[in-house]
């Protein structure tokens, strides 16, 4: 294959790669088809001496004997099921993301590092492409806006909420982005960080979801609290006037998108007519209660569904609505043990890198969002929804490789 050739295919593939994870706005569809082509892509631009050496690598390392460890345990839950059938279909989904975040790990090693540089400045400036749509389609509520957005669902009034830990994940990749531009004195960085920032925050209160509020001031916080620390960024008095400011705005505007009685509603959550969180504090109850059915292998994989429901109801019985609360009931303390680890070991990787390189504290900004997403929103089997911890935390691995993750030596007075 000439150079030529080999170049196009990881531009395409780096291409794919940055707006698959912002294109989610359009649906999961679009998501998993732009993954799938740079993979594709990526996969026929490496050589195959490459790709031995990556899989050695990979086997080699403890993160995959932990993940055969996750994914053994998934399997016996689903054996030991109430649903076997049901249980190991979903099982054979995680199996897939698997060896799509194998292929993906493979493909972002050989990638050329001015490529990786593309995917980044693509996934920002994709990001900032959905900020902006979002931001119109929650305050102008158009409806061919909203139709080429949401399709059948666009009259939903809260259509958006998926998008708020959505980019309460995607934004610290933004944040380390520009802060990069602004040091090698990009006029355009230098004008527009701040604006860009605050727009972001705008974007996820807009967009609402407090899953998605609560994961983006986490993430805020973990990236100010390590670039403040680790890499000379100063916060002064004017920027958190501003922060509270946008907050203040964030909150209105999703006001006088949803109405403010649904405002005060959010913010008083204790109060809301079908429970505490939306009646999240029924659906934990209801997951504790059966959590001694089978506690060492649990129900089966997204098994919650298949339980009888109580007479009183409950708010929703798709899953728990809490990834650990969902492990320890449908793969038992296996599962939730081996996911801890896992979870533990990817924090340990980016928390130490994290002081060294901008990316990887995106990455664990990112990471650190997801997490507390998933204590409130989405199915931990949700296989669309594992992309957004897989694929962020493979993209900020690579930047913090390529650039080094060791911290500079401090020099002796």
């Known amino acids: 294959m000439h150079k030529d050739e080999v170049n196009t295919l990881w531009r395409i593939s780096a291409i794919c790669m940055g707006v698959a994870l912002p294109a ?3 649906g999961k569809a679009l998501t998993s088809i732009l993954l799938i082509l740079a993979l594709i892509f990526g996969m026929m631009a490496t050589k195959d001496t490459s790709i031995r050496s990556s899989v050695s690598m990979f086997m080699s390392s403890t993160l995959s004997k932990v993940l055969f460890a996750l994914l053994g345990a998934f399997t016996l839950s689903s054996l030991f099921s109430i649903d076997p059938n049901y249980s190991l279909e979903h099982t054979g989904q995680i199996a897939m993301v698997a060896v799509g975040s194998f292929f993906l790990f493979v493909v972002l090693r050989e990638m ?3 490529y990786t540089s593309m995917i980044m400045r693509t996934l920002v400036m994709s990001t900032l492409v959905v900020m902006v749509l979002c931001v119109l389609d929650a305050t102008l509520h158009d409806e061919r806006l909203s139709s080429a957005l949401h399709g059948k669902d666009f009259w939903r009034p809260h259509r958006l909420n998926f998008m708020s830990p959505i980019l309460a994940i995607l934004l610290p990749f933004m944040w380390a982005w520009m802060l990069k531009m602004y040091r090698e ?7 527009l960080s701040i604006p860009l ?4 925050a705008i974007s996820v209160f807009l967009t609402g979801g407090r899953a998605g509020w609560l994961a983006f001031a986490l993430a805020g916080a973990v990236f100010l609290g390590f670039a403040s620390r680790y890499h000379g960024i100063v ?3 004017r920027h958190w006037g501003l922060g509270i400011i946008t907050a203040a705005l964030g909150l209105v505007g999703y006001g006088y998108s949803r109405g403010f009685h649904i405002l005060v509603e959010r913010l008083t959550f204790w109060n809301e007519p079908f429970g505490m969180g939306s009646g999240r504090d029924q659906i934990w109850k209801f997951a504790v209660d059966h959590m001694g059915m089978n506690p060492v292998t649990g129900i089966g994989v997204n098994a919650f569904r298949k339980l009888p429901l109580p007479a009183e109801g409950i708010a929703s019985n798709a899953h728990p609505h809490n990834f650990l609360i969902q492990l320890f009931l449908e793969t038992g303390a296996l599962g939730l043990i081996a996911g801890l680890v896992l979870w533990a070991l990817v924090f340990k990787q980016f928390w130490h890198s994290a002081k060294a390189d901008l990316y990887a504290l995106a990455g664990l900004s990112s990471f650190m969002a997801f ?3 998933a204590l409130f929103s989405a199915s931990i ?11 962020p935390a493979l993209l900020a691995y690579r930047m913090g490789w390529r650039t080094g993750r060791t911290l500079p030596k401090k020099k002796k007075a």
């Open 235 to 237: 916060l002064h008095k």
């Open 371 to 373: 997490s507390l997403a």
């Open 24 to 26: 989610m706005l359009l």
């Open 112 to 114: 050329p590092s001015r």
């Open 185 to 191: 004195s990009e006029v355009t960085a230098r004008y």
């Open 197 to 200: 920032v605050l727009l972001g």
């Open 381 to 391: 089997f949700n296989a669309t929804w594992l992309v957004f911890a897989i694929v």
